[in-house]
């Protein structure tokens, strides 16, 4: 039992960017335009548009020990909020960082962000956007792993007794 006093949509939120972060914008596109075929999706104005940035990448001695900058590396970001017309300044903010320098694949990451936090919208893009692309990442690493074990090579030593 999880002793965790944090409210479970943030557990959620933290899992699906993982999953948005990581799905290539072809995926991404395709699997946001069947989630949302015939749904009238509500306009966005930005508070961050997307932009290309460097980030330090930090590694760790042996793993565990003590960190050091690796080096930079390329990232897109972009933070949009939901135009959803109530007034009352509850609306959604979606937001996206990326390696790479894909603007548009942030916009897209960006936008289902902010839809999966709506009512309106949780439910179908869960099941019909996150599940499968989260499926998908997960068939990849298992695949991964399935070809790193084929060159897995067993070291042993043998004792001559004397």
């Keep these: ?8 949509p943030a557990r959620g939120r933290r899992e699906w960017m993982a999953v948005l972060a990581r799905t290539p914008r072809d995926a991404l596109q395709h699997a946001l335009d ?7 999706v509500p306009d ?3 508070l961050r548009a997307p932009d290309i940035g460097l980030a ?4 760790r001695i042996g793993g565990t020990g003590d960190a050091f900058n690796l080096g930079e590396t390329t990232v897109t970001r972009a933070t949009l909020r939901l135009r959803t017309g109530d007034g009352d300044g509850s609306a959604a903010v979606g937001v996206a960082v990326h390696m790479g320098r894909d603007k548009e694949r942030a916009t897209l990451a960006a936008l289902a962000d902010a839809l999966l936090q709506t009512p309106r919208f949780a439910d179908t893009l869960q ?5 499968p692309l989260a499926a998908r990442i997960a068939d990849e690493t298992r695949r991964k792993e399935a070809e790193a074990a ?5 070291f042993f030593t043998m004792v001559r007794g004397e």
């Design 34 to 40: 069947t989630a949302l075929e015939g749904a009238k």
């Design 150 to 154: 084929a060159t897995k090579v067993e």
């Design 1 to 8: 039992m999880s002793t965790s006093t944090e409210p479970r």
């Design 44 to 46: 966005y104005e930005w």
């Design 127 to 131: 099941t019909q956007l996150i599940e």
């Design 56 to 59: 330090m990448v930090r590694g």
